[in-house]
Every structure is written in structure tokens, then in C-alpha cells.
């Protein structure tokens, strides 16, 4: 189980804003990079908590 932030939920929703969009990225580098390793934690999770 993996509990994400209010700040990493939207990081993830504004990396993917940005690639459903096609337009270049908002992110800064450092921020894409931590985006990705937010969304390989999610996807080896069995179960994602958010907080409010």
C-alpha cells in the first residue's frame, strides 16, 4: 500500500495533464523525475491512499 500526499497527487495529475495534452511539459525536470517514481510506486501498490 502506498499513501500519497495531496503535493504528489497533484504532481501525478499535472504530468498527466501534460502528456494526455501532447504540449510541453509544465514540470521542471526535477519534478518529472519525481513524478515517474511516484507512478512506479503506484503501479507496484496494491492499494493507493490519498490524503485530503
Known amino acids: ?3 500519497l500526499s ?3 497527487k497533484q504532481l501525478i495529475c499535472l504530468a498527466l ?3 494526455a ?3 510541453p511539459p ?7 523525475a519525481e513524478a ?4 512506479r ?3 507496484q ?5 490519498v490524503e485530503r
Request: aromatic share 4%; glycine share 4%.
Open 36 to 39: 515517474r517514481h511516484i507512478a
Open 6 to 8: 495531496h503535493e504528489q
Open 26 to 32: 509544465r514540470l521542471s525536470p526535477s519534478d518529472a
Open 17 to 19: 495533464e501534460d502528456y
Open 21 to 23: 495534452s501532447g504540449l
Open 45 to 49: 501498490a496494491d492499494r493507493v491512499l
Open 1 to 3: 500500500m502506498i499513501t
Open 41 to 43: 510506486l503506484i503501479m
